[in-house]
């Protein structure tokens, strides 16, 4: 069964640090790949979205990741945090075939950001 | 004009009750979700319908009914409430023949079974 772990449950940082979140998938075929954002009481929106081409994508607000097929990882990055990047940020994954379209989900990371 | 809506927002019920959440998406998606985010923000696919048609039923008890009278619109009955039933439930809407697409979410349904 596919499957998305992310590794860190909960991370602080200061403001203007340098972020790093990780996710890995379980899945052999193609897949699309996702992170989201969910700010506090609010609904996931999407951060960006890897589907072929280029491993490196960027996304909004300054965010990017890099997929490495060989380590089935899609780890996001941004150079430096601010305060308002705290949130929830979940990988997702959406494999291949027929599928109806499900996302896949990973445990969710929340990223506090101290002024 | 809010792409994927739902009603209501917040919902605080008795065990025993039956409720229902509406959902309706105006962004011309053939393809509609409903995810069951728990306490511990771990989010999981209940149903999935596609132009009207149930595509996805994951484990899900039986007390919970989705129905779509229309691709643009998938509501969630749930008879005899159950405490563990109290989560945030999220909406959501793609195209799925752009199966690479993402998905639109809704605003989410804080369910609260007392």
């Known amino acids: 069964a596919q499957s998305v772990s992310q590794h860190n449950h909960h991370v602080i940082l200061s403001e203007a640090a340098s972020l790093e979140l990780g996710c890995n998938y379980s899945?052999?075929?193609?897949?699309?790949l996702f992170w989201y954002v969910q700010y506090p009481g609010q609904h996931l929106q999407l951060l960006l979205k890897?589907?072929?081409?280029?491993?490196l994508v960027k996304g909004i607000k300054g965010f990017e990741a890099e997929f490495i097929k060989s380590k089935f990882s899609f780890n996001l990055r941004k150079p430096s945090v601010q305060w308002s990047d705290t949130a929830e940020y979940f990988c997702?994954?959406?494999?291949?075939?027929?599928?109806?379209?499900?996302?896949?989900f990973g445990q969710g990371t929340e990223l506090s950001v101290k002024p | 004009d809010t792409a994927v809506s739902q009603t209501p927002k917040y919902l605080v019920t008795q065990m025993g009750n039956d409720k229902s959440i509406k959902c309706e998406q105006n962004?011309?998606?053939?393809?509609m979700y409903w995810y069951k985010q728990d306490s511990k923000k771990f989010l999981k696919i209940m149903f999935s319908?596609?132009?009207?048609?149930?595509?996805i039923n994951e484990t899900v008890p039986n007390r919970f009914s989705p129905k779509s009278p229309d691709k643009a619109h998938l509501n969630l009955h749930i008879n005899s409430l159950e405490l563990g039933d109290s989560a945030v439930y999220f909406c959501?809407?793609?195209?799925?023949?752009?199966?690479?697409?993402?998905?639109?979410f809704g605003s989410g349904t804080r369910l609260t079974v007392v």
């Open positions: 959501a809407s793609s195209q799925l023949a752009l199966s690479n697409y993402g998905y639109t």
């Open positions: 899945y052999g075929g193609t897949v699309n």
């Open positions: 890897y589907f072929s081409g280029d491993p």
């Open positions: 997702a994954v959406n494999a291949g075939g027929n599928q109806g379209g499900k996302l896949i």
């Open positions: 962004l011309g998606h053939d393809t």
């Open positions: 319908y596609n132009n009207k048609e149930l595509i």
